[in-house]
Structures are given as C-alpha cells and as structure tokens.
C-alpha cells in the first residue's frame, strides 16, 4: 500500500494518522512476516530518527484497539504483529523461528465452539507449529 491508502485506511479506521502511525502501519502491510517491536523501530528508525521504541509500542496498541493490527503470542516469549486482520492462521516453524500466514478452514475461524455457560468469547486465534519448506529443504540435503 502506498502512503497515501494507508493514511486513508487508518482515518477510516478512527486513527489519526501521524507521520509514525502511517510508517509503522505501511511497514506492517508491507511485511510477509510478523515483526516485533524491536524489529519495526530497527526497520524505521533511520528513516525517521526521531522515532522511538515507546512510539512504536503506543502505535502498536492504538492500532490494535481500532482493529487494524493483531498481536500474536505465538511463541510464548515475543509480541509479534500482523497487519491482515481477516481471519487466518498462523503457522510457526519451531527450527527458524519464522511466523507465517496460512489459510484454515473457515469453519475453524469463523465460528468458535460454544462458551460455556456465562462466557463469551470475542477472538480466537488458530495456531499451527512444525517446520517450514525452506528448514525441511536444508534438513534434506
């Protein structure tokens, strides 16, 4: 997306979009992979210098409250984030530490199991682990 669609987006998301907001929202669609803070200020910092990592964090969670942005726990040590906010899955290699996209039967996705009695569920995240292409090409040979 091209800076003038991400401001677009974010204001028609309820974002006011700052110089920051729409660097670290293009950054995040422009990603095939899920980075964490530090690897969004590391990607951004040099273009804007006055950047800072507590500017990436309060980025982060406002656009996650107006539901542009996901964070995912996948791991179980770092925050990472995903600019697609349509329902998919998630698919972590265990050997490169490398976070993809995958497409999941809808049904998993679309319609979460019953709650329980007084309960209510409001995501759901769908996560898969195993080894990636490349980390199975590089075992093979």
């Known amino acids: 997306m091209q800076e003038k669609e991400v401001y677009d987006y974010l204001t028609a998301h309820g974002v006011k979009a700052s110089v920051q907001r729409v660097a ?5 669609l422009q990603q095939m992979g899920h980075p964490t803070v530090d690897e969004i200020y590391q990607a951004l910092v ?3 210098p006055t950047l800072s990592k507590t500017t990436v964090y309060n ?6 409250e ?3 942005v996901r964070m995912l726990t996948i791991d179980g040590k770092n925050a990472n984030f995903d600019g697609v906010t349509e329902p ?19 049904e998993l996705l679309a319609a979460p199991p019953t709650a329980p009695q007084g309960f209510a569920i409001e995501t759901a995240d769908l996560y898969y682990r195993g080894v990636c292409p ?7 040979t």
């Open 88 to 106: 998919h899955a998630h698919f972590l290699c265990h050997q490169c530490g490398r976070i993809f996209n995958i497409e999941s039967p809808s």
């Open 66 to 68: 107006h539901g542009v």
């Open 134 to 140: 490349d980390c199975l090409a590089k075992q093979d």
């Open 59 to 64: 980025t982060l969670r406002l656009l996650m």
């Open 24 to 28: 670290v929202m293009q950054y995040l």
């Open 46 to 48: 040099d273009h804007i």
